[in-house]
């Protein structure tokens, strides 16, 4: 980093917490937490006031360090991770951007395809909603795991239908899961057209749950292993492949669970937040006019 600096005359400054600073960033979290929780206006102002006082907290420590710094531009309070321009090279005062370069998925060097998004939590999303955001990430490679589990349980039943069609959903489902509801809900956590992509999560997990409830059931000729399938089937399988069948059954039980505890989290954030539903429809349209 020293070396970078003196070749492009740049100073980048990087995270400026002491624990001080992450003392009250707890604070502020937990404030957005109890005001999620009653959303009241008494607690949006306590937190409000906590955030103000990290982000001067941050502004006064990064100055004090950095004395021959002449702006600060893009400030973040709950990242830090901005970039000055020297006050030595007045010539140049450009910011220098952040290194965003597309990482997820990621692949191998050598690979033919490349990572079609950037991801990171820690630089994008504010702090109060990293916790939210990953275990939602964790609940998308759930339902992964639970895709390529139905395989394994229609190769135990032998059955055709349930290998075809489990595989079609691997491939299908972990994409359009990733696109349509968790990277939204991404979008909207990191402040990119907020309503409209917190109200794309809502109604995509919505006909998402309805999708879960049938797979847990399992109907025939629906390519899961649900209860119905594995009862049908459990005399034609050794017991213990049966038992096997039974859990997958219920971790499909899980993700409908799962689903219902999201749904509800990201609509409280949606009620708390200033975002509406014709905020999302005048979102939407602007997008439109632009592709148009």
């Known amino acids: 980093m020293k070396v970078g600096e003196k070749v492009s005359g740049k100073t980048y400054v990087g995270k400026e917490w002491n624990n001080n600073i992450k003392v009250?960033?707890?604070?502020?979290?937990?404030?957005?937490?109890k005001y999620l929780n009653n959303k009241s206006t008494c607690q949006y102002s306590e937190y409000k006031n906590q955030r103000k006082v990290v982000k001067d907290m941050v502004k006064y420590r990064t100055r004090k360090k950095y004395p021959n710094l002449q702006q600060l531009k893009d400030f973040?309070?709950?990242?830090?991770?901005?970039?000055f321009s020297a006050i030595n090279s007045p010539a140049e005062e450009n910011v220098i951007p952040i290194n965003r370069s597309k990482n997820f998925p990621p692949l191998p060097k050598g690979c033919w395809f490349k990572p079609c998004f950037y991801q990171d939590i820690e630089v994008e999303i504010p702090v109060e909603l990293h916790d939210i955001t990953r275990n939602l990430f964790g609940f998308w490679i759930y339902h992964i795991v639970i895709n390529l589990l139905n395989v394994c349980g229609g190769i135990f039943?032998?059955?055709?239908?349930i290998i075809a069609?489990?595989?079609?959903?691997?491939?299908?489902?972990?994409?359009v899961s990733y696109m349509c509801w968790f990277r939204p809900a991404y979008n909207a956590f990191s402040a990119k057209n907020s309503s409209m992509n917190l109200v794309t999560f809502l109604v995509v997990s919505l006909l998402q749950l309805l999708i879960e409830v049938v797979q847990t059931i399992g109907p025939d000729n629906?390519?899961?292993?649900?209860i119905l399938t594995v009862i049908d089937k459990w005399e034609e399988t050794i017991p213990i492949l049966s038992m096997f069948n039974m859990i997958i059954s219920f971790a499909f039980g899980c993700c409908v669970i799962g689903n219902i505890y999201f749904i509800i989290q990201v609509y409280l954030i949606y009620r708390a937040s200033p975002t509406s539903l014709n905020q999302a429809q005048n979102e939407l349209k602007a997008i439109f006019f632009i592709h148009k």
Request: glycine share 8%.
């Open 24 to 33: 009250e960033v707890k604070k502020k979290k937990k404030l957005w937490k």
């Open 76 to 83: 973040d309070d709950d990242q830090e991770m901005v970039i």
């Open 165 to 175: 069609l489990g595989m079609l959903y691997v491939f299908l489902f972990t994409i």
């Open 222 to 226: 629906f390519g899961t292993v649900g």
């Open 157 to 161: 039943m032998l059955n055709l239908m």
